[in-house]
C-alpha cells in the first residue's frame, strides 16, 4: 500500500495567517491527490482534487500545488471557520490511503 | 440533489457481523465507484474498500481481506458494506462515499455516517 505522511500533525495560527500542510507519498502518484476538510463529527468535505483543483464551492484562499511524491496545501489568509482536521489522500491506485491528519487550530 | 443514506447506528457483539446499507439518489448509480471509509473515536480516516457498482468488482484494503465484503444492488441503487468478526477495535463511525470513474476527482459526496459500537 502507499504511504501517506502528513506534516505538521497539528498546527495553531491566527486569523489571516498564511498556513501550509505538506504531504508525501511513499511513491510517485503523479497528480493523484486530494485534500480533505473535516469538523468534528462530520462527514470530511472534499477540498482539492487532483493536486491542484478547486473543488467547486470552495472559497479561492485554498489552493493545492505538487507531484510526484510532495504536495501542498494552502490556505492563503486563514479565516474562523477554517479551524479543523485536514487530510491528504491518494486516488493513484486502491486501496485510496490517507494521510495521518493535520489538525488546525485558529488561536 | 445527490445524497447518499446510510443506515442507523448499530451496537454488536465480538465476534458478530455487521451490515451497513448506504442509499444513493440524485445521480446515475452505476457511472460511480464507491468506496467506505471509518473513523474510530478521536483517530484519522481509515480507508476500507471500493465497489464498483455496475460491475460488482471490489478492492479492499490488506487490513480487511477476509472480513470485509462490499455488494451492490442496482435495482435499489445501494452499496452494502458487511464486516464480520467484529472486535472492540472496530467500533468506529462508518462512511460511504462515491468517486466519478471517469476523471481525478475525488470522494465527492459522503454519507453521514453510521456508529457502530462492538460491546460485550
Redesign the interface.
Known amino acids: 500500500d502507499i504511504q501517506m505522511t502528513q506534516s505538521p500533525s497539528s498546527l495553531s495560527a491566527s486569523i489571516g495567517d498564511r498556513v501550509t500542510i505538506t504531504c508525501r507519498a511513499s511513491q510517485s502518484i503523479t497528480s493523484y491527490l486530494n485534500w480533505y476538510q473535516q469538523k468534528p463529527g462530520k462527514a470530511p468535505k472534499l477540498l482539492m482534487y487532483a493536486a491542484s483543483s478547486l473543488e467547486s464551492g470552495v472559497p479561492s484562499r485554498f489552493s493545492g500545488s505538487g507531484s510526484g511524491t510532495h504536495f501542498t496545501l494552502t490556505i492563503s489568509s486563514l479565516q474562523p471557520e477554517d479551524f479543523g482536521t485536514y487530510y491528504c489522500q491518494q486516488s493513484y491506485t486502491s486501496p485510496r490511503t490517507f494521510g495521518q491528519g493535520t489538525e488546525l487550530e485558529i488561536k | 440533489q445527490v445524497q447518499l443514506v446510510q443506515s442507523g447506528a448499530e451496537v454488536k457483539k465480538p465476534g458478530a457481523s455487521v451490515k451497513v446499507s448506504c442509499k444513493a439518489s440524485g445521480y446515475t448509480f452505476t457511472s460511480y465507484y464507491m468506496?467506505w471509509?471509518r473513523q474510530a473515536p478521536g483517530q484519522?480516516?481509515?480507508?476500507?474498500?471500493?465497489i464498483n457498482p455496475s460491475r460488482g468488482g471490489t478492492?479492499?484494503?490488506?487490513k480487511f481481506q477476509g472480513r470485509l465484503t462490499v455488494t451492490s444492488d442496482t435495482s435499489t441503487s445501494t452499496v452494502y458494506m458487511e464486516l464480520s468478526s467484529l472486535r472492540s477495535e472496530d467500533t468506529a463511525v462508518y462512511?460511504c462515499?462515491r468517486?466519478t470513474m471517469v476523471?481525478?476527482?475525488?470522494?465527492?459526496y459522503?454519507?453521514?455516517?453510521t456508529l457502530v459500537t462492538v460491546s460485550s
Open positions: 468506496h471509509v484519522r480516516l481509515e480507508y476500507m474498500g471500493i478492492t479492499y484494503a490488506q462512511y462515499a468517486e476523471t481525478n476527482s475525488g470522494l465527492d459522503w454519507g453521514q455516517g
